[in-house]
Every structure is written in structure tokens, then in C-alpha cells.
Nanobody, 119 residues
């Protein structure tokens, strides 16, 4: 059973960088054909896909956030990370790490972590 767990600070000040880690268990992030995503849900709004890192470490980001976003991985810890720079209160959301099984299906989700941007 694959499990994903987000971790990171729950409060970030405006203009700082939001950093989250997703720890994966029950499966390797380097296994072929799996894609590892970050998705967020602002309060009162729908889900928003942020970006992905795949099994070969290739990355892709939503254009609206691309200039502020970086996704990387640590294969020795089976983790992948999200960094979002120059945050504003509009980046306040529940952030999820999610696996795409390669068939455009998000099959495993972390429980989500609330991040609030406030001074």
C-alpha cells in the first residue's frame, strides 16, 4: 500500500518561500511510469494542480506559478519537495502530494497540510 505524507511549516510570512516535503512509503518514486504531483485547494475554491516530478526527475509546472515553483526529489529518502517563492496570502491553501499512476489517474493522496500565508 502506497502512502504519502506531507510535512512542513503551517505558517509562512508573505514574500518568504514555502517549502513542503512529501515522504512516500510502500513504493519508490523512481519506479517507471509514476508521476508525483503537488495539488492545492485554497479556502472556498477548487483543487489546483501546481506541478509534477516524474520517475526520471523531469518536471512540469502550471504556467501561472512556474516562475515561483520548484519541485525536486531526494531518492535516498524517497521524498519529493515543493518550493514556492515570494508567497502572498493568495497562496494560503491545503497542499496535497499525489501520485499519478501514469494513466492520468490520481490514485494515492496524502492527507493534506494546511499552509497559511500571513504576517
Amino acid at each position: 500500500q502506497v502512502q504519502l505524507q506531507e510535512s512542513g511549516p503551517g505558517l509562512v510570512k508573505p514574500s518568504q518561500t514555502l517549502s513542503l516535503i512529501c515522504t512516500v512509503s510502500g513504493g519508490s518514486i523512481t519506479t517507471n511510469h509514476y508521476y508525483w504531483n503537488w495539488i492545492r485547494q485554497p479556502p472556498g475554491k477548487g483543487l489546483e494542480w501546481i506541478g509534477v516530478i516524474d520517475y526520471s526527475a523531469s518536471t512540469s509546472y502550471i504556467p501561472s506559478l512556474k516562475s515561483r515553483t520548484s519541485i525536486s526529489r531526494d531518492t535516498s529518502k524517497n521524498q519529493f519537495t515543493l518550493q514556492l517563492s515570494s508567497v502572498t496570502p493568495e497562496d494560503t491553501a491545503v497542499y496535497y502530494c499525489v501520485r499519478d499512476n501514469g494513466d492520468w489517474m490520481f490514485d494515492y493522496w496524502g492527507q493534506g497540510t494546511q499552509v497559511t500565508v500571513s504576517s
